[in-house]
């Protein structure tokens, strides 16, 4: 892999990152926010495979299989507390659940 | 060629796949599917232990079978399942008991609704499946994950009847005290991986065992203590008792083969490391024979069969964690295979004996269950009298007379404990019998006169004296092992590749007699109807009794003579204050050392209070620590400018402070409760902080 492979190959994952950011920002649904939330995950694991065909080395993979393990992870208790929320309060909207704070 | 090993992998899956099915219910099961499935998902891992076991037994008993590799530079990550005599013999064990008590909670749990069948199946099958993966693993991955999932299943398992809020409560203390002793296995498991480079066992524990830094002994006591705690040794003994909320197929599998037995197997697993320090070694056999002492103590004073079984686990558990602490983990697994043949069949029958009966699991309830429930008492006396130790008959004298012998033979500090162990083997015998010679007496009155109606109709819950298939072929299965299972113990020991243990004849012969001792025992305090009232109001003595006034006569008084006369002390004493004092100790007995009540004052209560007060619930402000610095604030400047005149120059002061009180007011307008505005605020960040670091780091 070039250098100029890479550098597109980064700016794909920044791109991906900004895009679920962006997401996460004006989307209220609570479902739309979770799918954002695994394209901003997907940026970087994107970035580390990137830099590790790179450098040759490991490490990026190894990282890559974090980012899957806490990908799932995460979605499994998003959507895990989504659920608890349309049963208990039938909310879909994150922006009315605000009591937490108190 | 395939390796006869890849047959591990089959052992934990029927049960795991059980779980799936029954969890997930993805063709919505009817009533007898589910006990199919769970039936076979629970009786099939025997199955395939049998054949590994003849392997292993035909001398080739040294199987890897690798599952997932990671190599990190030096160290690596390979998670793996290992067939050794030890796991071979444990998994065995496990297999069996988990395929019998899941027979059985087939006809036990026959009166529940599909739903709560199908969630109790799951659990029970995951339980085991998880108890099979830590026992045959070979790696601490593994190993933890299995120890985990067997803490979380005891937790469901434990609140099964989710309306009762005891059992929730019962639950959650399970989880929570057992939980606080998984942290400090789970430091010892990473020390010993920053040790040895890698997480297999057959590298790891050489590797911990010939260690010589000081960290050594940190370990050491780590794994002790996550032990400890798994097996509801003292002082960690407090959720097991409670854990009786569970259905009694759950106790049975809890307290036998799983769960409270794992920590005596961790121990067994890792003792090269617990024996190359000879501290932590006396620590464990400290605490063993203490906890055997302790539990068999407490168990006289139970007025509830299951709560009497529970003490009765926490006692031999202990004398599993003595063996370790006398360097003989073979005893240790010679004593767990035959605890978890006879504890299972205590509570197997004491649960059919007591089963649907309107005074609950409580001792009066075992009344008239010859003449019932005659299976099942059989049963019971077989169970019983192996956990007194009754001797040559029963497999369980064998077990106990190997570790008795193993602490004679240990020196004189052995004989100490030896003679502890003696005591405790009769106190044993005696609560051991109890619900034996209870069941002789006749049932109480409201049982056996009907008030109106036919007799017979109203008589006993309209059971057969002679219960199903599912439920007499565990019974026997598990009686016969408990009797005849004793000539096992010798070979299981030196399977393991040690010698049995043999002390010289007197001593072995006094433990022999300690079943007759506490059969004697037991009967004084079933008969003698003072003597049993005792017992029976001793959980909730508040007032002495009339038995505490003649014991004090008979007994107390003339001691407490005695001890004067020969101290020559001849001052006035308060009579009052030793009879207190001796009434409170069968109170504290009863009630497990009162350790609930330590815990509820040292922990429960300041950290709810902590909570309550945080929250503003009771006495707090509504932000305590937000409103913190403000408050000091303003003492502060009331305490340094209020003193002083008041000119323009301190009002200007004063003005400051008091806008603190609104900049805290605007600082708490931020926290809006939108998960978006924390998504920004999280961005902008961690921006932030990328620009402060690409501006240090600039070049």
């Known amino acids: 892999m070039n250098a100029a492979t890479l550098s597109i190959l980064l700016l794909l994952s920044a791109g991906l990152f900004a895009t679920g950011f962006f997401g996460l920002l004006a989307r209220r649904a609570i479902l739309f926010q979770l799918i954002s939330l695994e394209l901003m995950l997907a940026g970087p694991a994107l970035g580390f495979i990137a830099g590790g065909a790179y450098h040759g080395g490991q490490t990026g993979q190894a990282m890559f299989v974090l980012i899957l393990i806490l990908a799932a992870a995460e979605v499994a208790l998003g959507l895990a507390l989504y659920l608890a929320l349309r049963r208990v309060a039938d909310v879909e909207d994150a922006d009315t659940i605000t009591r937490l704070r108190h | 060629m395939l390796s006869p090993y890849l047959l591990l992998l089959l052992v934990p899956s029927p049960p795991l796949a059980a779980f799936l099915m029954l969890g997930l219910d993805p063709f919505f099961l009817r009533r007898r599917a589910v006990q199919v499935l769970a039936l076979l998902g629970g009786v099939a891992p025997f199955f395939v232990m049998l054949p590994l076991a003849a392997v292993c037994f035909g001398g080739e008993c040294h199987g890897v079978v690798p599952v997932f590799t990671l190599a990190f530079g030096q160290s690596e990550v390979a998670l ?118 890698s997480v297999r066992l057959d590298v790891l524990i050489p590797a911990g065992a010939t260690m010589t830094e000081d960290r050594h002994l940190v370990i050491a006591l780590l794994l002790l203590a996550g032990a400890l705690g798994k097996s509801a040794q ?38 090269p490391i617990v024996m190359s320090e000879p501290l932590v070694q006396a620590i464990a056999a400290a605490f063993g024979v ?22 009765s686990s926490i006692s031999q558990i202990g004398f599993m964690v003595l063996a370790v602490g006398l360097g003989a983990p073979e005893v240790a697994i010679g004593h767990f295979v035959v605890h978890a043949m006879f504890k299972s069949l205590l509570f197997l029958a004491a649960g059919d004996i007591t089963h649907g009966s309107d005074l609950g699991t409580s001792m009066k309830a075992m009344r008239g269950a010859a003449r019932r429930r005659p299976v099942a008492y059989v049963a019971y006396v077989a169970g019983a009298a192996s956990l007194a130790g009754v001797p040559f008959i029963t497999a369980g004298w064998w077990s106990k007379e190997a570790v008795l012998s193993a602490a004679w033979n240990t020196g004189p500090f052995g004989i100490a404990i030896w003679a502890l162990a003696f005591l405790t083997a009769i106190c044993t015998a005696v609560y051991a019998f109890r619900p034996v010679l209870e069941a002789l007496l006749p049932e109480p009155e409201h049982r056996s006169r009907a008030p109106h109606g036919h007799p017979l109709a109203l008589n006993l819950h309209h059971r057969a004296r002679i219960g199903s298939g599912f439920i007499t072929v565990p019974l026997v299965v598990l009686a016969t092992g408990s009797m005849l299972g004793g000539v096992m113990v010798a070979p299981i020991i030196s399977f393991l590749g040690a010698e049995v243990p043999h002390a010289p004849h007197l001593p072995a012969l006094l433990a022999a007699m300690a ?11 079933t008969f003698v109807p003072s003597l049993a009232a005792a017992v029976e109001g001793a959980h909730d003595m508040r007032r002495p009794t009339r038995l505490d006034h003649k014991f004090q006569i008979w007994v107390i008084e003339p001691y407490i003579r005695l001890i004067r006369w020969l101290s020559r ?73 209020g003193p002083l005149a008041h000119d323009r120059f301190d009002r200007f002061w004063m003005r400051s402070a008091n806008r603190l009180v609104r900049i805290w007011v605007m600082a708490r307008a931020i926290q809006t409760g939108r998960s978006r505005d924390y998504a920004l605020g999280l961005a902008l960040g961690t921006a932030a902080l990328l620009v402060i670091a690409w501006g240090t780091t600039w070049n």
């Open chain 2, 515 to 525: 079943p007759f001792a506490g059969l004697i025992g037991a009967a004084a305090l």
């Open chain 2, 290 to 311: 203490g906890t055997a002492a302790f539990g068999a103590l407490s168990a006289i004073f139970q007025t509830d069969v299951k709560r009497l079984l529970a003490y």
């Open chain 2, 80 to 197: 793996a399942l290992l067939l050794d005599p030890m796991s071979t013999l444990v998994g065995l064990t496990v297999a069996a008991v988990g395929a019998m008590v899941i027979t059985y909670a087939i006809d036990y749990m026959s009166d529940a609704g599909v739903a709560d069948l199908r969630r109790f199946f799951a659990l029970m099958n995951l339980f085991l499946a998880a108890m099979l993966t830590m026992v045959l693993a070979g790696d601490t991955i593994t190993f933890f994950f299995g120890w985990e999932l067997m803490g979380l299943c005891s937790f469901f398992l434990i609140a099964y009847n989710t309306g009762l809020p005891q059992a929730v409560a019962a639950g959650r203390k399970a989880f929570i005290i057992t939980r606080f002793a998984d942290a400090f296995l789970l430091a010892g498991l990473l020390l010993l991986f920053l040790e040895a480079n």
């Open chain 2, 569 to 641: 002390d001849r001052r006035p004493r308060d009579a009052d204050l030793d009879f207190e004092r001796q009434v409170r100790l069968i109170r504290w007995l009863s009630r497990g050392a009162r350790m609930d009540g330590v815990y509820q004052a040292l922990v429960v209560r300041p950290f709810v209070n902590l909570v309550r007060w945080l929250s503003g619930h009771r006495g707090g402000g509504v932000d305590p620590v937000g409103s913190a610095p403000v408050a000091l604030a303003l003492r502060l400047t009331q305490a340094v400018v």
């Open chain 2, 234 to 271: 003292v002082p960690f003994h407090t959720w097991l008792p409670s854990a009786m909320a569970g259905p009694t197929p759950v106790s049975a599998l809890l307290h036998s083969a799983t769960m409270v037995a794992a920590g005596a197997f961790m121990l067994a697993r890792f003792s």
